[in-house]
């Protein structure tokens, strides 16, 4: 973590990068458009098994920390699978996760663009049964972004729920 909140550190005096893509609900989602409310952006497909669930869970567990300030924050879910995960898709698998998430996806090349963007590593790793059998290696980076569109933490799925939920109440000051 240590690292993490170092590399946070340099990003306070600059904005994070825009990017719009289709949101879950089937409407287009720009960071720009989120200003006033903090953004919890973390990376991840619906058909991972172990590493995603878990980090969304934990997000879940965040919110649900922060109680009513809860409602100042989005966290948003980029596809790294864009292919699979539809909105439709992105939009069931989200909700079991509780409310205040919406899920992010778009053509291959405006994913690629906001991975680029955000210095996050997904690479398809073929399957056993077929081209539609396949696991997303990915990295787990996970970005608390301010009100005003400031990284103020950059934390990973594998860090706890307290941490989480600290960086969380930094990023609403």
């Known amino acids: 973590m240590a690292l993490a909140l170092a590399v946070a550190g ?3 005096s600059s904005p994070v990068a825009d990017f719009t893509l ?5 409407a287009p989602w720009s960071l720009a458009g989120q200003r006033g409310k903090a953004v919890i952006l973390t990376f991840g497909y619906t058909h991972c098994t172990d590493t995603c669930p878990l980090t969304l869970a934990k997000l879940g567990r965040t919110l ?3 109680g009513p300030r809860s409602r100042d924050v989005e966290v948003a879910f980029v596809t790294v699978d864009p292919a699979r995960d539809k909105p439709a ?3 069931g ?3 079991s996760f509780g409310d205040g998430f919406v ?3 778009g053509t291959p090349q405006q994913i690629q663009a906001v991975e680029k963007a955000y210095h996050v590593w997904a690479q398809p790793i073929p399957g056993k049964h077929g081209n539609d059998n396949y696991d997303d290696a990915h990295s787990s980076a996970i970005y608390f972004i301010d009100a005003n569109g400031t990284v103020t933490a950059l934390l ?3 860090d706890s729920v307290d941490a989480l939920t600290q960086a969380a ?4 000051g």
């Open 10 to 12: 340099c990003a306070h």
């Open 22 to 26: 289709q949101s879950s609900d089937g």
């Open 64 to 66: 649900q920390a922060l």
């Open 89 to 91: 898709l992105l939009r």
């Open 93 to 95: 698998y989200l909700q």
């Open 103 to 105: 899920g992010l996806t």
């Open 156 to 158: 990973d799925g594998s």
């Open 169 to 172: 109440r930094r990023m609403l």
